[in-house]
C-alpha cells in the first residue's frame, strides 16, 4: 500500500500564489513518477504536470509558465508552486504516483480561486 498526503490548498484571490505539497510513504519500491492532477466540479480529473524519474516533466497547456512541479527536500515528497491563479484554476488537487504500472492517489487539497 501507497499513501499519499497532500497538504497546501485553501482560498486564494485572482493573481495569487500557493504551493502544494505531496508526501508518499508505504510499500514504495520503484516510482516511476508523480505529479498533479485536478478536477473541478462536473469535469474530468486531468492532468496538472507530472515528472518520471528519468527527467521527463510535463505541464497541461493551460498551466505552463504559471505552475512549477519539483521535488521537496524530504525523500519521496513532491511540490506544485502555482502563481498567477485564475478562477478557472478552481479544482480539488490530487497527488499521483505510479509505481510497477500502478496509480496510487491522494485524498485532494481544495484550491479555490475567488475574489
Known amino acids: 500500500q501507497v499513501q499519499l498526503v497532500e497538504s497546501g490548498g485553501g482560498l486564494v484571490q485572482p493573481g495569487g500564489s500557493l504551493r502544494l505539497s505531496c508526501a508518499a510513504s508505504g510499500s514504495i519500491f520503484e516510482i516511476n513518477a508523480m505529479g498533479w492532477y485536478r478536477q473541478a466540479p462536473g469535469k474530468q480529473r486531468g492532468l496538472v504536470a507530472t515528472f518520471t524519474y528519468d527527467g521527463s516533466i510535463n505541464y497541461a497547456n493551460a498551466v505552463k509558465g504559471r505552475f512549477t512541479i519539483s521535488r521537496g527536500n524530504a525523500k519521496n515528497t513532491i511540490n506544485l508552486q502555482m502563481n498567477s491563479l485564475e478562477p478557472e484554476d478552481t479544482a480539488v488537487y490530487y497527488c499521483?504516483?505510479?509505481?510497477?504500472?500502478?496509480?496510487?492517489w491522494g485524498q485532494g487539497t481544495q484550491v479555490t480561486v475567488s475574489s
Open positions: 499521483s504516483l505510479i509505481q510497477r504500472g500502478r496509480y496510487s
